[in-house]
């Protein structure tokens, strides 16, 4: 009995510890940080929570699903390949990365531990998955800032070059290259001093050499030596490089100051001739303080003001120059400048001579600006006494001929005047009718030609007239004179604002006079109503259009529009030549008339 109970016991003991030891190897593979998955015949036969986890799925959602809809279809076709060949039982490696795709298109970068198993009697594959997405991406920041430190070496400016701790050259870059002619292959692995010094030089070297072995950085302006023999000033930077308190290695930093060296000189030469020039200006230069103390002053000042010396005109201060009609003034602009406000930076101003004379000055003025604030200010001042006079001359004939202007203009106007009242006579006396339609029809053009002239010689400039004014004025006119209402005529204005020069307005004003005269003489005979439209503008070639449209009975076919016949279109195309223009007639249920000219001849 004892004994068939021991038998029993043994087997009963071994089971308990297999399946306690697989319990364990369970709950290890359950609760491993890395992804562990097992694949047969291409579907998940196995996964656990953190394999789960990468995708975004709970493992329930993916025992029985392809494992391929999870590869990044960049990496498939490689993933693949392996898969069948470890199927196969090719050596292939068991360790490599790849991109999987999870949940919402988010992208993790792994690595995988791949091998092949016995699951449930039949080949599968396990694979071990970590998630290396922070290694990635900490190795790409490194790699980025080992890119940019090589851009940064390669592409400096200066010649750089990297020794080890005894002075063997390691690498030099571009520059060094250029510099000094030598390449790397000569200088690999040797010691700097010989490629770039000699003779008395190559001793400077080796001390600097020996200071910076014990940890010392040098700056240094000296000469160095080129491949060819030449010589050429550069300023050196030499440091060790340091791990903890040992020197592992140095670097060396050459900048050619040979057009620095040559600069300075052509400076100085400059500063020289600067300062003559300043001297022999033609221009008073002054440099005052905050208080106004003069600190220098040119020959030219002097002369301004009528002192013999500059010593004279540094006995006093600025405001000495300045006449009393104007030193509040300039009293509150050199304050306000000098306290960081805004002032004129030019403007003119009377001065006084040392003979108490007064001028007339103009001065361009700026702030002294230093580390320490506005200390003072620079002045240039030209002496415009003759330019005021000459000035003032032009002003009184300015004056003179715009009263001649004016008389002028009266008289054109009373002309004009003159030749309506006596065409009106003629018109009384004549016994024909057309006749007289003739000349009322004169009197009428004429009139209009009063009319402009009238406007436009009321204008501030002659230069600058408002066209688009004008037209409002002279469309309310004529309404009024051919009495015609807005009930009848609704007129639709679409101007821009539009400035002319005398010469090109009066004959456009009287053009446009003709077109809408015609336009609500003869458009809508009777009381028939009727719309009519204007629009001015400038188009994006700098020419100026005008559009006029009527709704009205338009241009008899009869009427030859480019030979006409008829008085009132033989002057709308004079007139479209005159300012340089193109004008184009339409007549079809109604008339629409396009001009385009220049805004200047």
């Known amino acids: 009995m004892s004994t068939h109970h021991n038998t029993y016991e043994k087997p009963k003991r071994k ?22 998955i097992f694949v ?35 990496d498939l076709k490689n993933v693949m390949e392996a898969y069948e060949k470890r199927l196969k039982e090719e050596n292939i490696p068991s360790r490599y990365e790849l991109r999987i795709v999870g949940k919402g ?11 092949i198993a016995d699951y449930k009697g039949k080949i599968a594959t396990i694979s071990v998955i970590r998630d290396i997405s ?8 490194v790699q980025e800032k080992a890119n940019f430190l090589e851009n940064l070496f390669e592409n400096s400016p200066e010649a750089v070059v990297l020794l080890d701790n005894s002075g063997h050259v390691i690498r030099i870059n571009k520059e060094f290259e250029r510099m000094f002619g030598h390449k ?15 003779g008395d030089l190559l001793k400077e070297a080796e001390q600097i050499r020996k200071r910076t072995d014990k940890g010392e950085k040098i700056e240094l302006e000296t000469i160095r030596v080129k491949k060819d023999g030449s010589l050429f000033n550069v300023q050196i930077t030499e440091s060790p490089i340091r791990s903890g308190d040992k020197v592992v290695g140095k670097y060396v930093i050459y900048r050619d100051i040979s057009a620095r060296e040559k600069a300075e000189a052509k400076f100085k030469e400059s500063e020289k001739k600067y300062r003559e020039l300043v001297e022999l200006a033609e221009t008073g230069i002054i440099i005052d303080d905050k208080d106004g103390n003069i600190v220098y002053a040119n020959k030219h000042l002097a002369k301004i003001f009528g002192y013999d ?19 509040e003034k300039v009293i509150n602009y050199h304050q306000r400048r000098i306290s960081g406000k805004k002032a004129p930076s030019r403007y003119e101003f009377k001065g006084i001579r040392k003979d108490g004379k007064a001028i007339y000055l103009e001065v361009s003025v700026s702030p002294i600006v230093t580390e320490k604030g506005i200390i003072g200010t620079r002045s240039y001042i030209w002496d415009i006494t003759d330019r005021k006079k000459m000035e003032n001359t032009l002003e009184k004939a300015l004056k003179e001929k715009s009263i001649m202007l004016q008389e002028i203009h009266h008289r054109v106007k009373n002309n004009m005047q003159i030749i309506i009242s006596l065409m009106r006579i003629q018109a009384r006396r004549a016994k024909h009718k057309e006749t007289k339609q003739h000349l009322r029809t004169l009197q009428d053009r004429v009139f209009s ?65 003709e077109i809408v005269t015609n336009t609500l003489k003869h458009a809508f005979p009777g009381k028939k109503k009727g719309e009519l439209s204007i629009r001015l503008y400038r188009d994006g070639n700098k020419r100026i259009r005008l559009y006029v449209a009527d709704n009205g009975v338009g241009i008899p076919e009869s009427v030859d529009r480019n030979n006409p016949e008829t008085m009132g279109l033989q002057l709308i195309n004079d007139l479209t030549h005159q300012i340089g223009g193109e004008i184009k007639i339409k007549s079809d ?6 001009l385009i000219f220049p805004e200047k001849n």
Do not use: W
């Open 309 to 327: 010396s500059i010593k004279e005109v540094k006995k006093l201060t600025i405001y000495d120059y300045v006449h009393p009609d104007d030193r």
């Open 15 to 36: 089971a308990q510890e297999l399946k306690y030891q697989l319990n364990t190897f369970i709950n290890f593979i359950e609760s491993a940080t890395d992804g562990i």
């Open 184 to 198: 790397i292959s000569e200088m690999e692995g040797k010691l700097l001093d010989p490629f770039v010094a000699r």
């Open 40 to 74: 047969q015949d291409g579907l998940i036969k196995y996964v656990n929570e953190s394999a789960a986890k990468l995708v975004g799925h709970s493992p329930d959602e993916l025992i029985g699903t392809s494992f391929e809809r999870f590869i990044h279809p960049d």
């Open 105 to 115: 298109g988010k992208i993790t970068h792994v690595e995988v531990n791949a091998d």
């Open 449 to 513: 030609m009063a009319n402009a002239h009238e406007h436009f010689y009321r204008q501030p400039e002659l230069d600058k007239i408002n066209i688009a004014t004008y037209i409002k004025g002279m469309v309310d006119h004529l309404c009024f004179l051919h009495n015609k209402s807005e009930k009848e005529i609704k007129i639709g204005l679409d101007l821009e604002e539009i400035y002319l020069a005398l010469n090109k307005a009066i004959p456009f004003g009287m053009l446009l006079n």
């Open 589 to 594: 249920n109604g008339t629409r008339i396009n």
């Open 134 to 141: 922070e290694r990635k991406k900490l190795l790409e920041e």
